[in-house]
């Protein structure tokens, strides 16, 4: 799976995950921009473990704060793979 696919993947999942059909961009803000909570960033890392194939420690999800680190964390550890 290429970067875009991934990048259009997590698209489509934090767009249900908040519920909008908004444009997600790397610059947006988990939080502020995106409305979500701590239970809602724990459901995406759910979803991403289970769609990607990989497990997120915890200590790696204080990391995730805009849509451009959930890019950079797949990044590494699919190349791990």
């Known amino acids: ?4 696919d991934r990048k259009e993947k997590v698209a ?6 908040i519920k ?5 961009i790397p610059e947006q803000k988990l939080l ?3 409305g979500m909570d701590s ?17 997120i ?8 704060r805009t849509v451009g680190d959930i890019y950079s964390e797949l990044d ?3 190349k791990k793979e």
């Open 1 to 4: 799976m290429g970067k875009m």
């Open 12 to 17: 489509r999942i934090l767009q249900g995950i």
């Open 20 to 24: 909008s059909e908004i444009n997600i």
């Open 32 to 34: 502020e921009d995106l």
């Open 39 to 55: 239970l809602k960033i724990m459901d995406l890392i759910s979803v991403l473990e289970d769609e990607f194939n990989i497990i």
């Open 57 to 64: 420690p915890m200590n790696r999800t204080v990391n995730i």
């Open 76 to 78: 590494n550890f699919i």
